[in-house]
């Protein structure tokens, strides 16, 4: 299937604003928020140069190319909980959190919610959840890219604020470079304490 005709069967499927898709990013992470993305598809404008799809698949170049068309021509919303939010709530019920705030930062609400994952999370408006809806739906996709996007940008701050820790090349995931920082320099405060082995080293005074 060509993106054309991809683009083409969507337009035919869901033919007007409606639906919008949500999808989150930074939930695995070890510092920073995470962030939701809400998007919905805008019909009356150009397709995008670069095909919208799971933020995951596309390179940063390409994921901010589809941004700019975003930015340009879709109706989207941002929403995020804290590092502090998911320490005291758990990361499920921060990230529908994230989630409502982005739904409710639409510049208009949809008729109905595409949601990204099987969280069971239930909003006002209607909705269904997709085990990797990033990949099936091209309103998921859109929010996942709206969500990796504004985070991306949210850890580069962060590297600016705490540039001992390299936020900026490893977004706050769990990486090698990552886990050795922490053992030099201990946890910030945009660290996830609650999430292991974090916790456990500050209650037992070891990482490893």
């Not at 060509?2 to 989150?24: H, M, N, R, W």
């Not at 909705?127 to 709206?146: C, L, M």
């Not at 820790?165 to 995931?173: D, I, L, M, S, T």
Request: aromatic share 14%; net charge neutral; charged share 25%.
């Amino acid at each position: 299937m060509t993106d054309s005709f991809q683009y083409l069967k969507i337009q035919f499927v869901y033919p007007f604003f409606c639906i919008a898709g949500v999808d989150e990013a930074g939930r695995g992470c070890l510092a920073g928020p995470v962030v939701a993305g809400a998007f919905m598809f805008p019909f009356s404008a150009p397709p995008p140069t670069v095909p919208l799809m799971d933020s995951k698949v596309l390179s940063a170049e390409k994921r901010e190319k589809c941004f700019e068309w975003i930015l340009q021509y879709a109706m989207w919303g941002v929403g995020e909980s804290s590092a502090l939010e998911i320490d005291q709530f758990g990361i499920k019920k921060a990230t529908f959190l994230s989630m409502q705030r982005a739904i409710e930062n639409l510049p208009q609400p949809p008729e109905k919610l595409h949601i990204d994952g099987n969280d069971g999370f239930s909003f006002s408006i209607p909705s269904e959840s997709f085990i990797k809806g990033d990949a099936r739906f091209v309103e998921i996709s859109g929010a996942s890219i709206v969500a990796k996007v504004i985070r991306d940008k949210k850890m580069k701050e962060y590297d600016i604020l705490f540039p001992q820790y390299g936020f900026a090349r490893h977004k706050g995931y769990g990486t090698k470079e990552h886990f050795e920082l922490l053992k030099k320099y201990g946890a910030s405060p945009v660290h996830r304490h609650g999430y292991e082995p974090l916790k456990t080293w500050e209650t037992q005074g070891t990482l490893f």
